[in-house]
């Protein structure tokens, strides 16, 4: 089905073409219309057009009235102060329209008129080390980013940029030869199969850097590792594989509780783009955009200053011939670009990289590997305690991200086993609700929130019924679903012949925004618009649902009109919420 225009859409072309009409040398003008607590819409364009062209704006305004065609769309139209439209649509225009949405599988979202491909790098564990709070905003956000951009049609490629190379494998590596025994040591058998093995690659680790710190010999030892295993050697390729396999269940543990879908040719660490590194390092070289200082291969800006005064420069290769995180991502960007062919490259980093990502994009630019305008960070705030400060364990350590899901599940579940006795849900079914309210409230928290900002993560305030959380639209999703199933064999149907009360409108015109708010959400890759707009959504239909009576209503024609609304209303948050990563349960 193709896309419905919005009642928006359709007033601001009835408007415009007004205005045209009114004054035809203006050419194409924009009304700026924009909804209005005065009417359902005001145009404000009038007045700045009348300035522009020495004219009346009142008698503009009633010019632009009269040119307004009466096709059932528009119920009033007045001239406002110094020549403002306020506009109200008829009944019969928002239901006719929302019956539109409801026949269309996609709401009447349209598709992109020119979708691309576009590259996106989120999440980013590293290898050997558990995920922790700093994760899950890269991967929570970049999860919502890559469902939106999918159902809008784009071709989205995702990438799992881990840390799977360098001095750390080489020193772990080392010490795995030294005690062959270590790896297949068993841990804890209450651990899950994951845990299990981020459990045995923690505490190889801890005792290998223990040994690296203390021990000359092990460390020159460790290094000589790095070289065997960056030139390709049998033995030391072998325990790198077992560590990063190792590594791979756990984190598809952690994103399965999280509720987000990895699939392992996602995963593209460091060291795939190993071979490409002295490519990169020649290239930039001989083209002039790197030069040698004091040995490193540097990139310098004329912006970038350290605190002394003297220009800090990228650094893509090191001294020692090593390579650091600027060759693996300049080799990413070129095999992003020339290999997969995308358009556009997204990169959900913490904020406090941004230095590091404005460098690297700046050198690839410099060296045609990236077109201008094409690769785009997504910034991301810290999440802080209740203190306002970083979040810490009480000991000041980081705080493991599969002990926050934990817990918020555990609250979660304790909430729905007490809101939800009178339901008859088995222990199974409890639990798996709590789990979807559970991990829906950490999502839901982070992205309510600006990615650019800082949030407090607060369990109290994620799992309340009450305020602007995702329990609060799985419960209004799920008293949809109670008043349908009670309304047994009478079908939502759309009436446009019928009066709306306040709170129908309001509810309708709503809803109508839906496809607008997911454009917007997508060109400007912030989740939290999508967020602000379901929340917005569920609080009308609580007003609806305090205000009009559905089964009870007065005509059968009524119940179903407002049967009609319900569904619409359910569908729009399961779509939305889904974007979002996000279940919505029948049953709450």
């Not at 040719?265 to 783009?273: K, Q, R």
């Not at 400007?524 to 602000?532: D, F, M, R, S, V």
Request: aromatic residues 6%.
């Amino acid at each position: 089905m193709a896309s419905v225009p919005s009642l928006a859409a359709t007033v601001h072309q009835r408007v415009a073409d007004a205005l045209s009409a009114a004054l035809p040398e203006a050419g194409a003008a924009d009304p700026l219309l924009r909804r209005s607590d005065r009417a359902d819409f005001q145009a404000n364009g009038v007045l700045g057009l009348a300035k522009k062209l020495k004219a009346n704006p009142r008698e503009l305004a009633a010019q632009v009235v009269q040119g307004l065609p009466a096709d059932g769309v528009l119920a009033d139209v007045e001239v406002s102060g110094p020549g403002f439209l306020n506009i109200a649509i008829t009944d019969a225009a928002i239901v006719s329209t929302l019956a539109a949405r409801a026949a269309d599988d996609r709401l009447g979202v349209p598709y992109a008129e020119n979708p691309g491909t576009t590259v996106i790098d989120y999440s980013q564990p590293n290898v050997a080390k558990e995920m922790h709070v700093g994760h899950l905003r890269s991967t929570v956000i970049g999860d919502a980013v890559v469902q939106i951009l999918e159902h809008r049609g784009e071709t989205v490629v995702r990438r799992h940029h881990i840390g799977d190379w360098g001095t750390q494998f080489g020193m772990l590596i080392q010490y795995l030869i030294e005690h062959p025994h270590e790896l297949d040591h068993e841990s804890d058998a209450a651990d899950g199969e994951g845990e299990a093995a981020m459990s045995r690659l923690n505490r190889l680790y801890k005792a290998s850097r223990a040994l690296f710190d203390s021990d000359e010999e092990f460390k020159t030892r460790a290094r000589d590792r790095v070289v065997a295993l960056q030139s390709g050697d049998t033995e030391t390729l072998a325990l790198w594989h077992k560590i990063v396999d190792e590594s791979k269940i756990y984190f598809q543990g952690v994103y399965n509780k999280l509720d987000v879908e990895i699939v392992d040719e996602d995963i593209v660490g460091e060291s795939a783009y190993n071979d490409d590194l002295q490519a990169v390092v020649k290239d930039l070289e001989e083209a002039g955009v790197a030069v040698r200082s004091e040995g490193a291969l540097c990139v310098f800006f004329d912006d970038v200053k350290g605190p002394d005064g003297n220009p800090t420069p990228l650094i893509v290769q090191k001294s020692n011939g090593g390579f650091g995180y600027a060759a693996t991502d300049l080799a990413a960007i070129r095999n992003r670009i020339g290999t997969l062919k995308a358009d556009t490259l997204l990169y959900v980093v913490d904020a406090r990289q941004s230095l590091h990502f404005r460098m690297v994009f700046e050198t690839a630019r410099r060296a045609g590997w990236l077109p201008e305008d094409t690769a785009k960070q997504l910034a991301f705030g810290t999440v802080l305690g209740k203190d306002g400060k970083p979040f810490k364990t009480r000991e000041g350590e980081t705080v493991r991200l599969v002990d926050l899901l934990d817990e918020a599940i555990e609250r979660a579940t304790a909430v729905v086993r007490e809101k939800s006795e009178n339901l008859g849900l088995s222990e199974e079914e409890t639990v798996e609700r709590g789990s979807q309210v559970g991990i829906g409230a950490v999502k839901y928290a982070d992205l309510s929130t600006s990615m650019s900002r800082d949030y407090i993560f607060d369990l109290d305030r994620m799992v309340s019924l009450n305020g602007d959380t995702s329990v609060y639209l799985q419960y209004a999703y799920a008293r949809i679903q109670s008043i349908l199933r009670k309304a047994g064999d009478v079908a939502p149907a759309a009436h446009p012949e019928l009066p709306l009360a306040p709170a129908e409108r309001a509810l309708g015109l709503h809803l109508d925004e839906f496809a607008e708010v997911l454009s917007s959400v997508a060109e400007t890759y912030e989740p939290h618009k999508l967020a602000a707009y379901l929340y917005q959504l569920a609080s009308h239909y609580t007003t609806f649902y305090d205000q009009c009576p559905v089964i009870k209503a007065e005509t059968p024609a009524m119940v179903e009109n407002r049967l009609f609304l319900c569904d619409l209303t359910a569908r729009t948050l399961r779509q939305g919420m889904s974007l979002l990563g996000i279940r919505t349960p029948e049953r709450l």
